[in-house]
């Protein structure tokens, strides 16, 4: 089994996908969720975890540059936070409401990481941009800030693990059908809008 801090990596690596380059789909949840499982020994948990995130998240598409919740990374560190756990849809609906603040943190610094790319454009005279330049600075930027934010974040979620369990008040299973509920639906009306 891999240590924690280079899962953690990987997450970071898979995330690459969503910003810089290749585009192949293995930073979706139903994809890297299992792939997050299947390394930490819990692959149930990963599919799980995965399937409802993705649903969750397929209304949200970053056209035009749009920021979105980060699908990704959120779901990942929480089949890395429930790797001990046993896969039920209780102890993921219970978790469900964390993921999503967590989603909508990274959307504020993939913003961040945008800004700073584009700032970087700005300042540098045009004769000596570069495709290779470019591609590197973002690939470290992101590498270096994603990383130490999944890092913070992990490590905080699992100190306040056992603590935060005890102060959910709502049922897991519950949140879990009624967000596959509403997630459903807003796909639906979605659907029903492009059609007309």
Not at 30 to 54: K, R, T
Not at 124 to 133: A, C, D, V
Not at 156 to 174: F, P
Request: charged fraction near 10%; include cysteine.
């Amino acid at each position: 089994m891999l240590d924690t801090w280079m899962i953690l990596g990987i997450i970071v690596l898979l995330s690459i996908d969503t910003t810089l380059f290749l585009q192949s789909l293995i930073s979706q949840p139903i994809f890297s969720c299992q792939i997050i499982g299947a390394l930490v020994g819990n692959y149930e948990m990963g599919l799980i975890i995965g399937s409802i995130s993705q649903v969750v998240f397929l209304g949200f598409l970053p056209i035009g540059g749009a920021t979105i919740p980060d699908p990704q990374i959120a779901p990942n560190i929480l089949v890395l936070l429930l790797a001990r756990e046993e896969a039920t849809v209780e102890m993921v609906g219970l978790w469900i409401p964390v993921m999503l603040i967590v989603s909508i943190l990274f959307m504020y610094l993939t913003t961040f990481e945008r800004f700073l790319g584009t700032w970087y454009m700005k300042y540098i005279p045009y004769g000596y941009l570069n495709i290779n330049m470019l591609v590197s600075f973002s690939f470290f930027i992101h590498l270096s800030l994603f990383y130490w934010a999944v890092y913070q974040c992990f490590h905080l979620l699992k100190k306040y693990k056992t603590t935060a369990s005890e102060y959910l008040i709502y049922d897991g299973t519950s949140v879990f059908f009624l967000t596959l509920f509403f997630s459903l639906g807003s796909l639906s009306m979605r659907y029903a809008k492009w059609r007309r």
